[in-house]
């Protein structure tokens, strides 16, 4: 694809035109600038699915300056990180990005790789090529109301989709995450994060996440009169695990449904517990009284204590995907996957691996002893109707 438009800041002038030889040779091209106000200076808006190489070290304005100059920015391009300085620099200047809900594509240590280079654009060019062609209504061109969700969850708009979780060692089918989509009558498919964070600001998120614990139900119910028996993990929200009435309403819905209550998997991100651990600490311990599973999702994201981790009842870590991708080139991930399985055993925790994208990750974590592995090496989320073939196929 060569209508990206490519944009490199860097004050070094032999790194700027290894860069155009480079992007030449693969039929591409940048505007290159040696100074990022000259960049800001003539470039005011940004096409479509730009992208920026971005050096972290220059006199005039540095990367951490310009990336927070383009959070601001509508549409602003995706990143490629350049840098000499140490390691931990770049790792922060990566978190960095991701807080400013810019697109990171790749950081390269200076001087760079070639091979590199040309991996990560055309990575990045060939994921907007499918991006593009893909047959689906892009939903940033609708403006989602509070009321669109509301008729979502009353209208049973939702549905659920369900990625596989393996057992690493082996290798059969050991459970699913249900992952939540909305299949608009005119718009047509919905991805979470075009939603939940508006049904979070208007108070909509408890009866949306009571909507996915039925469908998950009703769905379990399903594989039980197929004589399967399968464990599905849902995630719910900070506003759920201050409900008092959640443990009672779930318990309930499973009787009716004659379900056992440790089929179920519920998930709480890091971030959530940073509420009111009181309460949190209260509802989380009624619902594992009750058998129901709880998750730690997302580890090693958020700023979670070790003594809260220890207070609380999970019987269940997740690895964040971000390290799982990382960790076969990168030491520093790869040290940390392997801590948080170690300590999530010690902790008598059942070790699940998201971001699971590779045999070479598989095998990583196989040496490690990771329980579980998710990810699109395993399979991508399906609705129903395809899980129930994937399932005939692996049971």
């Known amino acids: 694809m060569n209508n990206v438009n490519i944009y490199l800041v860097d004050d070094e002038p032999e790194i700027a035109d290894l860069v155009e ?35 972290l070290s220059m006199p005039d304005m540095d990367g951490i300056e310009v990336m927070r100059q383009l959070a601001s920015t509508p549409s602003p391009p995706a990143i490629i990180l350049m840098s000499g300085k140490d390691k931990s620099v770049l790792h922060s200047a990566e978190e960095l990005c991701r807080a400013h809900a810019l697109q990171l ?94 049904a979070e600001k208007h108070g909509l998120i408890d009866a949306l996440t009571r909507r996915v614990i039925e469908e998950a139900v009703a769905q379990q119910k399903k594989w039980q009169l197929a004589q399967l028996n399968l464990p599905v993990s849902v995630n719910i929200s900070a506003d759920d695990i201050t409900s008092l009435a959640l443990p009672d309403q779930l318990i309930k819905m499973l009787n009716d449904n004659t379900l056992d209550a440790r089929n179920i998997v519920l998930e709480v991100t890091e971030s959530t517990l940073m509420g009111e651990l009181v309460r949190s600490l209260d509802i989380l311990t009624r619902l594992r009284l009750k058998g129901i599973h709880l998750a730690i ?51 008598n925790m059942r070790v699940v691996a998201e971001g699971v994208e590779t045999a070479e990750h598989l095998a990583l974590l196989k040496e490690f002893n990771c329980d579980i592995a998710q990810g699109y090496y395993i399979a991508k989320p399906m609705p129903p109707e395809a899980f129930d073939r994937y399932l005939q196929e692996k049971l």
């Open 297 to 347: 999702d997302d580890f090693g994201t958020g700023f979670s204590s070790l003594s809260q981790l220890h207070k609380i009842p999970f019987s269940e870590m997740k690895i964040d995907c971000s390290f799982v991708k990382a960790m076969i080139d990168d030491k520093d991930a790869r040290a940390i996957v392997k801590t948080c399985i170690i300590l999530g055993h010690e902790l």
């Open 105 to 198: 594509v790749t950081t390269m240590p200076k001087p760079f790789h070639i091979r590199q280079l040309i991996e990560a654009v055309n990575s990045y060019t060939s994921s907007i090529e499918q991006h593009v062609n893909a047959v689906q209504q892009p939903t940033s061109t609708y403006n989602i109301s509070p009321a669109m969700i509301e008729e979502a969850i009353s209208q049973k708009q939702l549905i659920l989709h369900y990625q596989p979780q393996i057992n690493i060692s082996s290798g059969r089918l050991s459970g699913a995450e249900a992952l939540v989509r909305w299949q608009h009558p005119q718009i047509g498919m919905i991805y979470p994060d075009s939603f939940i964070h508006l």
């Open 21 to 55: 030889e480079v992007l030449e040779s693969i039929g591409l091209s940048c505007c290159s600038y040696l100074a990022a106000n000259d960049f800001f200076n003539e470039t005011r808006t940004f096409a479509p699915h730009a992208l920026l190489i971005l050096d």
